[in-house]
């Protein structure tokens, strides 16, 4: 008889596992993400004539084509150092990286030496700000200020939508999964020069392959828009958002751009939509997330936890799921939050896995805390800056968990379907909650050492206060003279006596 593999075995087995996938779709996605962001680098060297780059991971480490791709956006030369040594690629990162920020490019604990010692995930970052400000924000900024909208992606979401209203087998309501068919964007492209092909070819094409590859060639050939996506890359079950961005921008370019308040709104009832959700979300998880991140950036406090108060990693989800039992209650939890498609639920548990694996990578990077005053400022702040990120994320996590026993409480799904739902929003929760937790330890810990090293300066400067005091009353007790010789004696002595300290 085969022995019983115990539970926690199990559990640790299945977070392993779904880990590993998770993992596997972020180093897709990255590897999605670093060819198409080098197409489109090469695209901007291509304009300027100048040779494209190779690898997008070790091209830009010497700070030189980074330099270069920021002459061809900003249309002025730039400055580059003439040696190869680390002490100049930083020179060269560090200079693209403060023009970067006269131009108002929202970056995020980026750093000089990041770039320059490779790091992929930072250079992915680095490029898709840029791609942003200028693509992005750069083409969608008349548009925006006309209809004083401030989210770019909300209005070329909103132009889609406009756009590709007539064609019922499209629903763009996001940048990933809605353009995996291929059928968005060949209706973009139709609806504005429907004289280039007949819809009915698209239609007859029976892969997302083939139509997506369709799409690319018509506004490759007839707009001049740079193949900037593989269809391959595209047809999966969730697309790589800023790729599909940066490429619809593109189309948004060279199309007709008119767009109506209309349109606007409508993708603003989308978002209410969605918000609704999450506040009724936030209204049952109130008590579990009680302990919340307290940042109090002008003083530098933290308030923490106290030991008891702790989570202990149960998901809070399963409780709830539990309590919605009978077809009334049943009826009033769908009724408020509508139906989760199970496809909906795996696409949103991915994305905030992703960012969570990612998360976990940044506190885990984050050096031992310094000794030196001034080390520790900086490491603080620098980690403020991670927990301000990670409370702006609290509310994904909750949304997915809510999704997931929303899925569990409409009874429809299999006994093994359930199991895996639960073994994954147990492994969502578990992980956010050790995260949440570890990094209001190290903020705890950052202030005590920070206040511990400030309280010692502050001794030190005290102590040569009460010894300099002491030497001012006894000088007040000497008497000078009784010449000139002995006075400057006396002077000289002091001299020695104020510099020793």
């Not at 060639?217 to 391959?232: F, T, Y």
Request: hydrophobic letters at 35%; glycine letters at 4%; one cysteine or more.
């Amino acid at each position: 008889m085969a022995e019983a593999v115990p539970f926690d075995d199990q559990r640790d087995a299945a977070e392993d596992e779904f880990g590993d996938i998770i993992k596997t779709r972020t180093d897709e996605r990255e590897d999605v993400q670093k060819k198409t962001f080098s197409k489109w680098i090469n695209s901007q060297f291509s304009k300027a004539g100048k040779a494209p780059i190779e690898d997008l991971f070790t091209d830009l480490c010497d700070g030189r084509r980074l330099l270069e791709l920021l002459e061809g956006l900003i249309r002025h030369e730039l400055v580059k150092e003439k040696g190869f040594t680390r002490v100049h690629s930083l020179n060269n990162v560090n200079r693209a990286l403060q023009i970067l920020q006269r131009n108002n490019v929202e970056l995020v604990n980026i750093g000089g030496a990041d770039i320059v010692d490779g790091n992929h995930k930072l250079i992915l970052g680095l490029i898709w700000s840029i791609i942003l400000h200028w693509q992005v924000k750069g083409v969608l900024k008349d548009l925006m200020a006309g209809l004083q909208q401030t989210s770019s992606e909300k209005i070329l979401l909103s132009w889609v939508r406009q756009s590709t209203k007539a064609y019922p087998q499209v629903n763009v309501v996001n940048f990933s999964s809605s353009w995996e068919d291929g059928l968005a964007f060949n209706a973009l492209i139709h609806s504005h020069r429907p004289e280039l092909f007949e819809w009915r070819v698209v239609e007859e094409k029976s892969s997302a392959l083939d139509r997506l590859e369709h799409a690319f060639s018509m506004a490759e050939k007839h707009l001049g828009i740079d193949r900037l996506l593989d269809p391959e890359d595209v047809a999966t079950t969730h697309p790589d958002k800023k790729s599909i961005i940066m490429y619809v921008t593109s189309l948004f370019q060279m199309l007709p751009h008119l767009l109506t308040m209309e349109a606007i709104q409508e993708v603003d009832t989308l978002s209410s939509s969605r918000m609704t959700q999450e506040e009724f979300m936030q209204s049952h998880i109130q008590h579990h997330y009680s302990q919340q991140i307290t940042v109090n950036v002008s003083q530098g406090r933290v308030r923490s936890p106290s030991p008891s108060a702790r989570p202990h990693y149960k998901s809070y989800v399963f409780t709830q799921a539990s309590h919605i039992q009978s077809p009334e209650q049943r009826k009033r939890h769908t009724q408020v939050l509508g139906t989760v498609g199970l496809e909906a639920y795996q696409s949103a548990l991915e994305e905030v896995l992703t960012w969570l694996l990612s998360a976990e990578d940044g506190l885990q990077s984050q050096p031992p805390i310094s000794t030196c005053v001034e080390e520790v400022k900086e490491q603080f702040h620098t980690h403020e800056g991670y927990m301000i990120e990670l409370t702006s994320h609290q509310g994904n996590v909750g949304h997915v968990l809510q999704m997931g026993a929303q899925i569990l409480a409409e009874g429809s799904l299999s006994e093994e379907e359930e199991r895996e739902i639960r073994e994954q929003m147990n492994l969502l929760n578990s992980r956010w909650e050790h995260l949440r937790v570890s990094s209001m330890e190290r903020q705890s810990r950052l202030h005590e050492v920070l206040m511990d090293l400030q309280h010692q300066q502050l001794k030190q400067l005290n102590d040569w206060l009460e010894f300099t005091e002491a030497r001012i009353k006894k000088m007040a007790t000497q008497a000078l003279g009784p010449d000139l010789e002995n006075i400057k004696q006396q002077i000289e002595e002091h001299k020695v006596s104020v510099w020793s300290q």
